[in-house]
């Protein structure tokens, strides 16, 4: 084998794992470290350039890092990443000074952002500070979108939320609220020099053809035009018998509600089996901590009215049978099921709409309806119109469409300064000894062997009187200080220098993991069977130093380093160095600030 080639970024894609599963590259191991250091100022911000909520995220977010965390593969549980993140946000203090200080020098070029979510304001963000104008047209009232009328208070607060949002409009936004674009054509015709489109995807799935839908509708409400309903005030009940179809994050967040808005008997059915709901775990935990039973593997045939009143619905018993890979529900021949129900709520998925965009424009639209745009520059079929979060490629989720945010920004700036859209900065990369001593170093080498700490939650009885008192309580310091401790630092890595190398093998004799091994090289499928553990995960990539004076090779095994840095205080040559990786996703006019700072 080759040697892998330890300074190229590509190499850690492979090994700060948790960093890359993150959609906007959130910088884990080092917001981490400044949490279990109680640099909650700094932590936060090292968030915000990432994910730009971080009060939001570090409570809503759908974890895509957490999979990914190295943690998960000695103990069952991951390092609570996404409840790390509000720690640093529930204990950061005034921040306010540390924000890009306005008014910035004009650039001359104005840009309307059409729709207020994460998409949208992450935008702003990164352009703002560059000079741009930028304009925010929304129909609700106030910014945020579907962080706003999606996610309910109990799970979100308003003023954690009017807080992360107030960060970016006080950036110089021109804000537009409560006014709704009807026309592309309007827009461009203002003679914007760009128009980004990140206006989610709004659309809730209806069950329109199902019988008795449409006898009773006051009665059945699409879920997410609901929650909506709710957040804003207008609907403030619901009956006492409630039915919430599907089994999703948003089918979670209905059925919760409902129960503080009156419902008494709240029942989520599924047409799949329980271990393929959609929803995340935890938000299935929640739901039925809160007393709320899903019904697996019920499929809806129709709604019950009688006399114009709905009774409730009827619904076929099935199982999933699987072939090739593929799932077919099949019935079982039992009785069909009726549930009681005074209201209905339709959770079964969202879709985009575009009805206030023009055909005649030259903007292509694919089979399903969405924009047919570049997927690493977001640029439509219109050279000046840029898409992001769900409006770009469908629903996902608010990491996402922060990311897809950056991703825009890169573009606009881009296309603004007429240079390529596809010609993109290079991020921001660094690699640094973490050296102070013989036995010391900058991070917390020990290993904690601390399990996953459990997240507080408010007393239940307390929650379903109130929509929007907070659930979750979050971690105190002390407690994030612990959860942070169990992070095993992967960002600080093991870098070997050959010409340094004795080849006394004292590494290999001190490694915990036995994951050192001096030997002849070889091709990947040999090498990998003749380490002094073989290595089994073919998707992570070994780490072979070039040929030593010997002719043999150093070969690690990166699945299961722990980063501890004993092989570096053992080595009596420094042949092997514990050194930080940072990597910075790159932004709009390739903006680093305070994670350049902190590495420079």
């Known amino acids: 084998m080759k040697p892998t080639d330890i300074k190229n970024p590509e190499y850690f894609h492979k090994v700060v794992d948790c960093q890359y599963a993150c959609p906007a590259h959130t910088p884990v191991p080092e917001y981490i470290r400044l949490i279990a250091a109680e640099r909650y100022t700094e932590a936060y911000m090292v968030n915000w350039e990432s994910n730009v909520f971080p009060g939001v995220l570090g409570r809503t977010c759908d974890r895509p890092c957490e999979p990914a965390c190295r943690r998960g593969r000695v103990e069952e549980e991951p390092v609570a990443i996404c409840r790390l993140k509000r720690v640093a946000a529930d204990n950061k203090g005034d921040v306010t000074s540390f924000m890009p200080q306005g008014p910035f020098i004009p650039n001359g070029k104005k840009i309307a952002l ?77 003679g914007y020099d760009a128009v980004f489109v990140g206006t989610g995807a709004p659309k809730g799935k209806d069950l329109a053809d199902l019988p008795g839908r449409w006898d009773a509708k006051s009665h059945v409400h699409i879920g997410i035009e609901w929650l909506a309903s709710v957040a804003f005030e207008h609907t403030a009940k619901i009956g006492k018998k409630v039915i919430v179809l599907g089994g999703g994050n948003t089918a979670m967040d209905c059925c919760r509600t409902s129960r503080r808005l009156g419902g008494e008997e709240v029942k989520v059915v599924v047409r799949s089996p329980f271990k393929e709901m959609k929803a995340s775990p935890w938000e299935i935990e929640d739901a039925l901590h809160e007393d709320i039973p899903i019904l697996e593997c019920h499929v809806p045939k129709s709604f019950v009215v009688e006399d114009g009143q709905l009774k409730g619905m009827m619904f076929e018993k099935v199982e999933a049978k ?279």
């Open 114 to 190: 059409i729709g207020g979510g994460p998409a949208s304001l992450t935008v702003a963000r990164d352009l703002a500070p560059l000079g741009y104008e930028v304009h925010l047209y929304d129909d609700q009232p106030m910014g945020g979108g579907m962080m706003r009328s999606q996610i309910p208070s109990f799970r979100l607060p308003d003023s954690v939320l009017n807080e992360e949002v107030g960060f970016v409009l006080d950036l110089g936004i021109h804000t537009h609220f409560n006014t709704r674009v009807n026309s592309l054509r309007d827009v461009l015709d203002q």
């Open 322 to 600: 699987y072939e090739n890979g593929r799932r077919k529900l099949v019935s079982t021949g039992e009785p069909d099921v009726f549930i009681e129900a005074d209201d209905v709520l339709v959770a079964i998925g969202q879709e985009n709409s575009f009805p206030w965009i023009e055909r005649d424009l030259g903007l292509q639209f694919n089979e399903w309806g969405l924009p047919v745009l570049d997927e690493k520059t977001f640029q439509s079929t219109i050279p000046n119109v840029f898409f992001g979060g769900d409006s770009a490629m469908g629903p996902k989720n608010v990491i996402t469409a922060v990311a897809q945010g950056h991703s825009a920004a890169v573009s606009i700036d881009l296309f603004c300064s007429e240079k390529s859209v596809h010609d993109r900065p290079s991020p921001y990369t660094n690699l640094i000894s973490q050296k102070m001593g013989i036995h010391e170093w900058i991070y917390d080498s020990p290993v904690s062997d601390d399990e996953r700490f459990k997240v507080p939650h408010a007393d239940k009885a307390l929650t379903l009187k109130d929509r929007k008192k907070e659930v979750e309580l979050g971690f105190s310091p002390e407690t994030g200080f612990k959860e942070a401790q169990r992070c095993l630092n992967c960002d600080v890595q093991t870098v070997f220098t050959e010409n340094k190398c004795i080849e006394c093998d004292a590494c290999m004799d001190v490694c915990p993991t036995s994951c050192i091994t001096f030997t002849v090289n070889g091709e990947e499928e040999d090498l990998r069977s003749r380490l002094l553990v073989p290595a089994d995960n073919l998707s992570q990539d070994l780490y072979v130093s070039d040929t030593l004076k010997t002719g043999r090779v150093m070969v690690k095994d990166e699945d299961v380093c722990l980063h501890c840095g004993l092989c570096a205080e053992r080595c009596p040559t420094s042949a092997w160095d514990m050194q930080k990786y940072l990597y910075s996703v790159t932004k709009a006019g390739n903006q680093c600030g305070i994670l350049q700072e902190l590495t420079t």
